[in-house]
Nanobody, 126 residues
Framework: EVQLVESGGGSVTAGGSLTLSCKPSRSSRPCMAWFRRAPGKEREGVALISTTDFTTSYADSVQGRFAIAQDNAENTLHLQMNSLKPEDTAMYYC?????????????????????WGQGTQVTVSS
């Protein structure tokens, strides 16, 4: 199991930006992602990247505002968050997992990820 350490959370006003980073303890897994959980809500997949072909996938709620990137030279995962809204307020978690044996694709569902970070808080005020 790979250990994941997130950083970069904080508090911003609506419309602001933040960049989250995630540093794995060893080489990244084939699929890396960010999830979030707001108080009283279910865990939600935010963004996903394949570390082999760099294919990305986003939740509809963040499409066009967030960008996920994998820096293989630094072995670090980033999530650039722009135009932040109060509804983006949540604990954000980095996750690592494997791709489907059948399709080779990564899927933005918790069941596909077996390593999780401790989380970093993002708070957006109106």
């Amino acid at each position: 199991e790979v250990q994941l350490v997130e950083s970069g959370g904080g508090s911003v006003t609506a419309g602001g930006s933040l960049t989250l980073s995630c540093k794995p303890s060893r080489s990244s897994r084939p699929c890396m992602a960010w999830f979030r959980r707001a108080p009283g809500k279910e865990r939600e997949g935010v963004a996903l990247i394949s570390t082999t072909d760099f294919t990305t996938s986003y939740a509809d709620s963040v499409q066009g505002r967030f960008a996920i990137a994998q820096d293989n030279a630094e072995n670090t995962l980033h999530l650039q968050m722009n135009s932040l809204k109060p509804e983006d307020t949540a604990m954000y978690y980095c996750a690592a997992g494997g791709a489907s044996v059948l399709t080779g694709a990564c899927y933005l569902k918790p069941v596909w990820f077996d390593s999780w970070g401790q989380g970093t808080q993002v708070t957006v005020s109106s």
